[in-house]
Protein backbone atom coordinates (compact mmCIF):
# COMPACT_ATOMS: atom_id res chain seq x y z
CA UNK A 1 0.00 0.00 0.00
CA UNK A 2 1.38 3.85 -1.02
CA UNK A 3 -0.36 6.50 0.85
CA UNK A 4 0.23 9.52 -1.22
CA UNK A 5 -0.26 13.14 -0.22
CA UNK A 6 -0.20 16.42 -2.24
CA UNK A 7 0.71 19.88 -1.45
CA UNK A 8 1.67 23.48 -3.30
CA UNK A 9 -1.64 24.02 -4.83
CA UNK A 10 -3.53 27.79 -4.90
CA UNK A 11 -4.31 30.60 -6.58
CA UNK A 12 -2.37 32.07 -8.98
CA UNK A 13 -2.45 35.19 -11.74
CA UNK A 14 -1.59 33.98 -15.48
CA UNK A 15 2.19 33.81 -16.17
CA UNK A 16 2.95 33.07 -12.50
CA UNK A 17 4.37 29.53 -11.19
CA UNK A 18 3.46 26.78 -8.56
CA UNK A 19 5.65 23.92 -7.48
CA UNK A 20 2.97 20.66 -6.37
CA UNK A 21 4.84 17.97 -4.09
CA UNK A 22 3.72 14.62 -3.39
CA UNK A 23 4.78 12.93 -0.51
CA UNK A 24 4.80 9.12 -0.27
CA UNK A 25 4.55 7.16 2.36
CA UNK A 26 4.42 2.81 2.62
CA UNK A 27 5.81 0.40 0.22
CA UNK A 28 9.24 1.05 -1.94
CA UNK A 29 8.52 5.00 -3.51
CA UNK A 30 11.47 4.13 -5.74
CA UNK A 31 9.81 1.47 -7.55
CA UNK A 32 6.93 2.98 -9.11
CA UNK A 33 5.87 5.07 -12.02
CA UNK A 34 4.36 8.31 -10.64
CA UNK A 35 2.21 10.70 -12.55
CA UNK A 36 0.62 14.00 -12.57
CA UNK A 37 -2.74 13.81 -13.61
CA UNK A 38 -5.63 17.07 -13.95
CA UNK A 39 -9.24 16.85 -13.79
CA UNK A 40 -11.02 19.86 -14.45
CA UNK A 41 -14.41 21.18 -14.27
CA UNK A 42 -16.86 19.01 -16.30
CA UNK A 43 -13.54 17.19 -17.96
CA UNK A 44 -11.95 14.07 -18.09
CA UNK A 45 -9.14 13.02 -15.73
CA UNK A 46 -6.13 13.61 -17.78
CA UNK A 47 -2.29 13.15 -17.65
CA UNK A 48 -0.17 15.98 -17.15
CA UNK A 49 3.33 14.09 -16.48
CA UNK A 50 5.02 11.31 -15.37
CA UNK A 51 8.07 9.78 -14.89
CA UNK A 52 9.66 6.56 -14.36
CA UNK A 53 11.44 4.95 -11.18
CA UNK A 54 15.03 6.27 -12.41
CA UNK A 55 14.19 9.51 -13.73
CA UNK A 56 15.86 8.76 -16.86
CA UNK A 57 12.23 8.92 -18.93
CA UNK A 58 9.42 11.40 -18.58
CA UNK A 59 6.06 12.49 -20.14
CA UNK A 60 4.64 15.54 -21.11
CA UNK A 61 1.18 15.89 -22.56
CA UNK A 62 1.31 18.60 -25.11
CA UNK A 63 -0.18 21.88 -23.84
CA UNK A 64 2.50 21.63 -20.98
CA UNK A 65 6.07 20.55 -22.80
CA UNK A 66 7.94 23.43 -21.90
CA UNK A 67 6.04 24.59 -19.22
CA UNK A 68 6.15 22.06 -16.86
CA UNK A 69 8.45 20.02 -15.28
CA UNK A 70 8.26 16.63 -13.41
CA UNK A 71 11.45 15.00 -10.91
CA UNK A 72 10.97 12.67 -8.17
CA UNK A 73 13.94 12.56 -5.06
CA UNK A 74 13.50 8.84 -4.01
CA UNK A 75 15.28 9.84 -1.31
CA UNK A 76 12.50 11.95 0.21
CA UNK A 77 9.71 9.81 -1.11
CA UNK A 78 8.57 12.81 -3.02
CA UNK A 79 7.56 13.76 -7.30
CA UNK A 80 7.40 17.42 -7.78
CA UNK A 81 5.44 19.30 -10.45
CA UNK A 82 7.53 23.04 -11.28
CA UNK A 83 4.72 24.52 -13.20
CA UNK A 84 6.17 28.02 -15.37
CA UNK A 85 4.02 30.30 -17.48
CA UNK A 86 0.51 28.80 -16.19
CA UNK A 87 -2.20 29.85 -17.67
CA UNK A 88 -6.09 30.02 -16.95
CA UNK A 89 -6.80 26.94 -18.83
CA UNK A 90 -4.41 24.98 -15.99
CA UNK A 91 -6.96 25.10 -13.53
CA UNK A 92 -8.01 22.07 -12.13
CA UNK A 93 -7.92 20.01 -9.23
CA UNK A 94 -3.93 18.10 -9.71
CA UNK A 95 -3.52 14.78 -8.74
CA UNK A 96 -0.57 12.46 -7.87
CA UNK A 97 -0.60 9.11 -8.81
CA UNK A 98 1.85 5.90 -8.31
CA UNK A 99 1.82 3.01 -10.89
CA UNK A 100 3.31 -0.44 -9.72
CA UNK A 101 5.17 -1.17 -13.28
CA UNK A 102 8.09 -0.07 -15.35
CA UNK A 103 7.36 2.02 -18.28
CA UNK A 104 5.08 5.26 -18.22
CA UNK A 105 1.59 5.07 -18.38
CA UNK A 106 -0.74 7.73 -19.68
CA UNK A 107 -4.08 6.17 -18.71
CA UNK A 108 -5.55 6.49 -15.30
CA UNK A 109 -6.75 3.17 -14.90
CA UNK A 110 -3.23 1.88 -15.33
CA UNK A 111 -2.22 3.67 -12.09
CA UNK A 112 -2.66 1.76 -8.61
CA UNK A 113 -2.34 4.66 -5.97
CA UNK A 114 -3.86 8.17 -5.35
CA UNK A 115 -3.53 10.92 -3.55
CA UNK A 116 -6.59 13.22 -2.69
CA UNK A 117 -5.76 16.14 -5.26
CA UNK A 118 -4.84 19.87 -4.97
CA UNK A 119 -6.38 22.55 -6.49
CA UNK A 120 -4.85 25.02 -8.91
CA UNK A 121 -6.71 28.12 -9.78
CA UNK A 122 -5.55 30.50 -12.27
CA UNK A 123 -7.08 33.79 -12.72
CA UNK A 124 -6.84 35.98 -16.03
Known amino acids: QVQLVESGGGLVQAGDSLRLSCAAS????????MGWFRQGPGKEREIVAAITWTGVYTYYTDSVKDRFTISRDNAKNTVYLQMNSLKPEDTAVYYC?????????????????WGQGTQVTVSS
Open 26 to 33: GRTFSRYV
Open 97 to 113: AAADRGSIATQPSSYDY
